[in-house]
């Protein structure tokens, strides 16, 4: 089974508080990042495009006419962008999608969502597709490890500091900002959840405890989330390269 007209979903509304006072003048997605000073979201779209996402639609709020004239209808990626405005009903990441699957803007089933402030040299059409032969509701991309952005100390009783590593690795599973879903779950999740939920807070472990079936993909190459000023000023430049490498 192969899904036609591929579609991806990115939620790009927050405010991005965490990057102020830049984000009081750009939104958060419209942040340069890397040599070329192109914007987050300029590698994210042109990542989905390049691996063959005919439709994208940005689930869009805090300063939304910046992006909207930036990437204006996708024509110079050869795709097809869309817009849904967050409004006083339709909020959070869950509810913005909400909003877009009840307007008809999501044209493919499965579909992908990647969230705008996250960088990773991920194939996202081999998520449909592990989807499809799963045949399950969701297909979360997890991480066998996860890289703490700052020095953790070991100390004893007395306080002394008995080891220092600076920005270790844990061996956890860590979701990182990619999914695919089957849309169709909105149809009852609005029931229970409303109009105002998120999809990794609430809607996934809403589709767990209804026993729906989410499976999840392993992604053992490198990736990074932009999702705050201090996680953005510490970005390796190499790691990065290899990162958008397109």
């Known amino acids: 089974m192969e899904v036609l007209n591929l ?13 102020r006072p830049y984000t009081d003048i750009v939104p958060k997605p419209m942040i340069p990042l890397g040599d070329d000073e192109k914007p987050i979201l300029d590698y994210v779209v042109h990542h989905l495009t390049k691996n063959g996402f005919e439709e994208i639609v940005l689930l869009v709020n805090y300063k939304w006419k910046y992006i909207k004239n930036y990437f204006e209808d996708g024509k110079r990626y050869n795709t097809n962008i ?7 009903n339709y909020s959070n990441t869950g509810g913005s999608l909400l909003k877009a699957y009840k307007n008809n803007l999501i044209s493919s089933n499965p579909v ?6 996250i960088l990773a040299n991920l194939n996202p059409k081999h998520v449909i597709d592990f989807q499809l032969k799963e ?8 991480a066998n490890k996860y ?4 020095g953790v100390a ?27 879903l089957n849309i169709n779950v909105l149809k009852n999740a ?3 959840l409303g109009t105002k939920f998120d999809i990794m807070g609430d809607l996934i472990p809403y589709m767990i405890k209804n026993n729906m079936k989410v499976k999840a993909y392993i992604y053992n190459n490198d990736w990074i989330d932009v999702g705050s000023l201090e996680r953005y000023k510490k970005i390796d430049n190499n790691l990065l390269k290899k990162v958008i490498k397109l």
């Open 7 to 19: 579609t991806a979903v990115i939620p790009a509304g927050g405010e991005g508080s965490r990057f």
């Open 82 to 88: 869309r817009y849904s405005i967050d409004d006083e």
């Open 112 to 117: 992908l969502i990647w969230y705008g402030d």
């Open 135 to 142: 045949n399950s509701d969701a297909v979360l991309v997890v």
């Open 147 to 150: 890289q703490i952005p700052v």
């Open 154 to 180: 070991e100390i004893d009783n007395d306080n002394n500091v008995l080891s220092l590593k600076e920005k270790p690795w844990l061996n956890v599973k860590v979701t990182i900002g990619i999914l695919s």
């Open 190 to 192: 609005e029931k229970e």
